[in-house]
Nanobody
């Protein structure tokens, strides 16, 4: 059973930085690199919107975070990261990690990021 566990959320002042981590268990190390990994957050209307994605060496970002957030992965540790810089109050949200392979999706429980002075 694949499980994703996020960490690294917390309270930060506007302009500050946080690094989120998502560790995947239940995936053989040789297969983790074939998973598409992404970070999402809740949009108005309660749907989850894409923040950043990494798959097959390609990264993609929401326009609202381009130039501020960076997604990366360490396949040897089954881990994906989201480095968040120049945080804004509107970045406050629960951030979820998602893994996809062969049409099967897995989600983590989320980690709360609060940007406030």
């Amino acid at each position: 059973q694949v499980q994703l566990v996020e960490s690294g959320g917390g309270l930060v002042q506007p302009g500050g930085s946080l690094r989120l981590s998502c560790v995947a268990s239940g995936i053989s190390g040789m297969f983790f690199s074939s998973y598409s990994m992404g970070w999402f957050r809740k949009a108005p209307g309660n749907q989850r919107e894409l923040v950043a994605l990494t798959a097959m060496g390609i990264t993609n970002y929401a326009d609202s975070v381009k130039g501020r957030f960076t997604i990366s992965r360490d396949n040897s540790k089954n881990t994906v990261y989201l480095q968040m810089n120049f945080l804004k109050p509107e970045d406050t949200d629960v951030y979820y990690c998602k893994a996809v392979r062969s049409g099967v999706e897995y989600w983590g429980e989320g980690t709360l990021v609060t940007v406030s002075s």
